[in-house]
């Protein structure tokens, strides 16, 4: 695949002609005409609508917490948790920006930009609650669990290998799966740290933490729309690039990812955790990969769990009474700190 020009006078004004990829664009952003109104919204929500700071949420009360009351088990699973997040949104900084030199629809490309700021102010939160919560010594240790723990060094390298294999050999084949991968990211990898931070606020533990957690959540839900979208967009418009092989792989890595997710999260929670035990993060996961799965137009994997075994999650993750979830033809109501509307 190759990235189109910054400038193409040869290319095609006409919206309806548009494709997430491989059309031809001028690149000069025209926004009279829209194709793709999902994206055009999602980029508003994402810019304007969600926008939030870090500091608007102060963490003195979870340092206390932290130092006084949380268990020794609570303290590893927080400390872990938050340094694969650190690493997931690392990533996606990156890699978003090779997505967009690809995408040949400016709407779906300002979502995409979108996107990626919210990534970098993720970051920005989880440095912001180590500086709040630990001390700087401890703080640095977290950044650095990655190159001491064998279990996360691998969850990095899992997740990383579907970006790396398409920057070093662009194919379309490879754009797939980089873009599975990005999906599962958004809607799987992140779900085992966030139902742990969400177990500790429903004990009144840590609530400040679970609020930026919330933020970020409501966030990444808006990421998994995006992609989900384009993935259906691509489905519909280079049906070719889907092939019996690639479908095989993207069930085949479905599952593969489930599982990484699943055994991540019990490592994680050691089953010390009051409120969350390996059963149910098992049969969460697995929902989840069945949700995630379905939405893009496959059979679930594993049929025998239909239900969400953690349905108190759906109704603790509001911000101010307001749903966070995207998965709906139409996207409700959002905004920043306390006026959340759409």
Request: no cysteine; aromatic share 16%; hydrophobic share 40%.
């Amino acid at each position: 695949m190759i990235r189109k020009p910054i400038f193409n006078p040869a290319g095609e004004r006409d919206a309806n002609r548009r494709k997430v990829i491989k059309g031809n664009p001028t690149n000069i952003i025209e926004l009279n005409n829209i194709k793709y109104g999902w994206a055009f919204d999602l980029y508003k929500a994402m810019g304007f609508s969600n926008f939030w700071i870090p500091e608007e949420i102060p963490l003195l009360e979870d340092r206390k917490q932290y130092e006084r009351q949380l268990s020794e088990y609570e303290r590893r699973a927080y400390e872990l948790v938050l340094s694969f997040l650190i690493a997931l949104d690392s990533f996606q900084v990156d890699m978003l920006k090779d997505f967009a030199r690809l995408i040949t629809a400016p709407e779906v490309e300002m979502a995409i930009t979108a996107q990626e700021f919210q990534e970098s102010v993720h970051a920005y939160s989880y440095q912001f609650i180590l500086e709040s919560v630990v001390d700087p010594i401890r703080a640095d240790e977290i950044y650095n669990y990655w190159r001491e723990d064998k279990r996360l060094l691998e969850r990095n390298q899992v997740v990383a290998e579907v970006y790396n294999t398409f920057i070093e050999k662009p194919t379309e084949e490879n754009f797939i799966k980089a873009v599975i991968g990005n999906y599962i990211l958004e809607s799987l990898y992140f779900y085992s740290g966030f139902a742990f931070f969400y177990t500790l606020g429903r004990q009144g533990k840590m609530t400040n933490t679970v609020q930026q957690i919330k933020y970020i959540n409501r966030d990444e839900l808006t990421h998994v729309t995006l992609f989900r979208n384009i993935i259906l967009s691509l489905q519909k418009e280079d049906p070719q690039m889907f092939t019996p092989e690639i479908k095989k792989w993207i069930k085949e890595y479905f599952y593969y990812a489930v599982d990484q997710e699943i055994k991540w999260g019990q490592y994680v929670t050691q089953n010390q955790i009051l409120g969350i035990n390996n059963q149910l993060i098992e049969r969460y996961i697995k929902y989840l990969g069945n949700l995630r799965l379905t939405q893009i137009g496959f059979d679930p994997l594993f049929p025998e769990i239909t239900e969400n075994p953690m349905k108190w999650i759906d109704e603790f993750r509001k911000i101010n009474n307001t749903k966070t979830d995207f998965f709906q033809r139409k996207p409700q109501t959002y905004a920043k700190a306390n006026e959340l509307k759409w």
